[in-house]
Structures are given as C-alpha cells and as structure tokens.
C-alpha cells in the first residue's frame, strides 16, 4: 500500500497492509523495469512496533513518512530522516505541521521534490478509527521544520470539499496534483483517484476531475518521473496490490 516512487524512478517505497493485527512498516525496492521492482526488504533504521507507513522523499534523500509511535505525548505524526547508502538516520518529528489538538491526525503527507514544501491531510477522527473529515493542507520549510501557510495562501481552495481528500501527490514542478477522494456520507462509497492542474506555483490547483482509467477501490497515487505513468494501490479480492496505468 502507500506507493511512492522516487524522483529519480529508482526505488518503489511503500507500506505493509495498514490494518491491524499487520504490524505496519516502510519497505522498497529496486526498479528493473516499468513493471518490475526487486524487493530489498524494510527501510532500516525506520521502523517500530507502532505504525510507520505513506513514505515519500525528495531529491536529496531525505525521507518522510507517518508514524503514531508519539501520538499520545506529541499529537503529531510526521516524522523525517536522511537516507544515505542505503542506510536511515534516527527518525525526528517534523516541527510545524501538526495541529496539536487531540483529536486531529495527519495521516498523510508528501514532500515536494525540492524538500521546500510539504503536501499533508488534516483528518479529525475524534475518538474514532475514522475520519469524519480530511482535507489537504500545504507547509513550507522554515528553518529545520515548516510552517504551514495561512488559509487564504493555501493551494486547496477548489480541491476540499465535504469528501474526505487525503493521499497527495504532485509532480516535481508542482503544478500537477494526484489525490484520492471518497464520499464521507456514502459509508459504502468507495476511494478514486482524481487529478488537478495549477500554471504556477502561486496559484490554487483546479477543480480535481476523476481519472476514468482507474475503476473500482483505488488510492494513493504517485506519477513517475517522465509524467507517464501513475501507480497506486487498488483493493482487489480483499487484498491490496500495486497496479499502473500511462497518459
């Protein structure tokens, strides 16, 4: 689940099934081809006992990902690492992201190409295990950490809606938006993928349109470095498997 290849089309990171009793981690693998990745096992020096998924990196190998291992004493879940020689520094919390309220969870997130932003959902869940509402939000780099933008400066204002938005991802140039959307008053709605476009990088992202090729349970994209191809994580016979498709 959760897949991200890397900017330079090298590694297909991921998660393990999300769900409990899986105990889910960060894994990838090496592209051979379009359709082939040879696994290499866990991400290490990233992974606990708690949940670490959604991984993401920009071109300079720094790692981002999800974890709840400090949920109850930080209410954040954003963390980040350097990942040099196949190898990943102890993870640190992403400062600046988070709402701090309980209640309130990002549980998704993808770093831009350049590290300078970083793409998350704000989703409150109160004291669910799901979320009553998820909509996107934009955080730049201020000094070791981000800060995120003020509403009126934030890209999303014709992407949120009363659906739940989560899973975001942008090409390198930041002006093309993948995102999943689900009806959150359909409880047997299922997730699609959608695509907005923006012309600069000052501007909002358009009015996210449903990609038709993708049928049936489908989330979490993330579009090769060419731009040709899109893959995401789709639910077929109660399993989760990786699957493509090209412009």
Do not use: C
Request: hydrophobic share 35%; no cysteine; glycine share 6%.
């Amino acid at each position: 689940m959760e897949p991200f290849l890397t900017r330079d089309g090298r590694y297909l990171l991921f998660n393990n099934r999300n769900e409990p009793p899986q105990n889910t981690n960060l894994h990838w693998a090496q592209r051979v081809d379009d359709l082939t990745f040879s696994y290499l096992g866990e991400i290490p020096g990233v992974n606990t006992e708690t949940l670490e998924g959604v991984p993401s990196m920009d071109t300079k190998g720094n790692l981002y990902f999800v974890s709840t291992r400090s949920y109850r004493e930080t209410l954040s879940t954003i963390y980040s690492a350097k990942v040099r020689n196949g190898l990943a520094s102890a993870p640190e919390l992403v400062a600046g992201v988070s709402r701090r309220s309980p209640g309130w969870v990002n549980f998704d997130a993808e770093i831009s190409a350049d590290g300078n932003t970083l793409y998350f959902v704000d989703g409150y869940f109160g004291s669910s295990n799901q979320p009553h509402s998820a909509i996107l939000v934009a955080a730049v780099r201020s000094g070791n950490g981000f800060r995120r933008l003020p509403d009126h400066a934030q890209p999303f204002a014709h992407v949120n809606s009363d659906w739940l938005q989560y899973a975001p991802s942008v090409s390198s140039d930041e002006l093309e938006l993948f995102l999943t959307r689900v009806k959150r008053i359909e409880p047997s709605a299922e997730p699609a993928i959608f695509r907005s476009m923006r012309r600069r990088v000052d501007e909002p992202f358009s009015v996210p349109q449903r990609i038709s090729a993708i049928q049936g349970f489908a989330e979490a994209p993330t579009l090769s470095p060419d731009r040709r191809s899109l893959y995401y994580h789709a639910r077929v016979d109660e399993r989760f498997r990786i699957q493509r498709v090209t412009r």
